[in-house]
């Protein structure tokens, strides 16, 4: 295609996009809208609301994200930030082909309606809808392995042998980023929890970035948080809006222990090593240890200090241990959906699967 395709990985929680043959998206932000009262028009509609991107901070209550657990729930949101995406690389090339990595979940309805809103809405030249794991299996440059895919809103295992999708041993666990985001703020505020409330989510935010870990052994970690005196930790604190400290709990710093032992947070399993081990062992006996030996870990929560080994040695330790596991990381994994579209197109073997605008508008006339 032509040397400038826009790629557009939307997921749940964050939007990436740029130019194709970039190391990296030139774009990344929250995947969310609002619709703020308007001054003429103030009553409870959406037609009488003005739809933004991101959070009001007049209004933080009206806020939403348009994309929930891979499944697309409002379109108009959608419409809007693909509108956006594409009047700011538009700048600086016009007539650019569009990538979409989409979630396996979308329905032909949703592919449709995608359609619908490229060509016809924002008059794209050509388009192009991707699988987002086989996209990550690419960014590796691998075409036979396990993506492991834990994002903001799905946590996914999906197996692969020579580029094509084994879909049978396909494993998708509800619970992910969000869950996390969500047991911190019940944790940290309790009856005050209010996820639309600036200052919880500022605090939020900064723990899950700054000071939570995956730990090897959660008995151990219990046991060393637990022996060290009060305040002695001065990373372990947060303050509140009138400056009182507060000291976080062992078991907020060890929030993503929630990925490898969801019953613990009353979450339903299983865990994400038992996904893993579950979707290859359906997969032929021959093809496993090569499976096993190209396990690709990407999407954000993965980047949780102690993620990728303590997903190695679950591998290792109980089910695998006379095979050789090797789980295969990047330094930009949260954008590994990205990354591999950005090759995928320039390669000649996925020319026939882009769909022009006057193919789109022949196929609507039949």
């Not at 999906?158 to 666990?173: A, D, E, N």
């Not at 980023?177 to 409330?197: T, W």
């Not at 009182?244 to 078991?251: D, Y």
């Amino acid at each position: 295609m032509a040397s400038r395709t826009i790629i557009i990985d939307h997921g749940s929680g964050f939007v990436k996009s740029g130019f194709s043959g970039w190391n990296e998206p030139q774009m990344v932000f929250p995947s969310i809208v609002n619709y703020s009262p308007c001054r003429e028009n103030p009553g409870p509609s959406y037609a009488r609301r003005h739809l933004s991107l991101g959070i009001d901070i007049f209004h933080p209550d009206t806020y939403s994200y348009p994309i929930q657990r891979g499944r697309i729930l409002n379109w108009e949101g959608v419409e809007h930030i693909w509108s956006f995406i594409l009047k700011k690389h538009r700048q600086e090339h016009e007539e650019s082909p569009v990538l979409v990595a989409e979630s396996f979940l979308r329905e032909p309805a949703d592919r449709r309606k995608t359609l619908e809103i490229m060509f016809e809405l924002l008059d794209v030249p050509s388009l192009l809808l991707a699988d987002q794991m086989a996209m990550s299996l690419y960014a590796s440059g691998l075409l036979t392995g396990v993506v492991v895919d834990s994002g903001y809103g799905l946590t996914r295992v999906q197996p692969f042998h020579l580029g094509h999708p084994l879909r049978p041993s396909s494993k998708m666990l509800e619970f992910a980023g969000q869950d996390l985001s969500a047991y911190l703020f019940k944790s940290l505020f309790k009856e005050e929890c209010n996820q639309h409330n600036l200052f919880q989510m500022e605090t939020v935010d900064t723990t899950q970035m700054s000071k939570c870990y995956v730990p090897q052994n959660l008995e151990e970690a219990l046991d060393f948080h637990q022996s060290l005196p009060s305040g002695s930790d001065e990373s372990n604190i947060y303050h509140l809006p009138d400056g009182t400290p507060v000291e976080l709990t062992p078991m907020q710093r060890l929030a993503p222990e929630m990925f490898f032992s969801p019953q613990m947070f009353d979450l339903p399993g299983p865990s994400i090593h038992q996904a893993v081990v579950d979707s290859i062992k359906t997969c032929e006996a021959s093809m496993q240890p090569l499976l096993l030996s190209h396990v690709m870990a990407c999407g954000g929560n993965t980047l949780y200090p102690g993620f990728t080994k303590r997903l190695y040695k679950e591998l290792t330790t109980d089910h695998f241990s006379c095979t050789k596991s090797t789980v295969w990381v990047g330094s930009s994994r949260n954008f590994t959906v990205w990354l591999g579209a950005s090759v995928m197109a320039h390669l000649s073997t996925y020319k026939s699967e882009w769909m022009t605008k006057e193919e789109y508008v022949e196929g609507m006339r039949l």
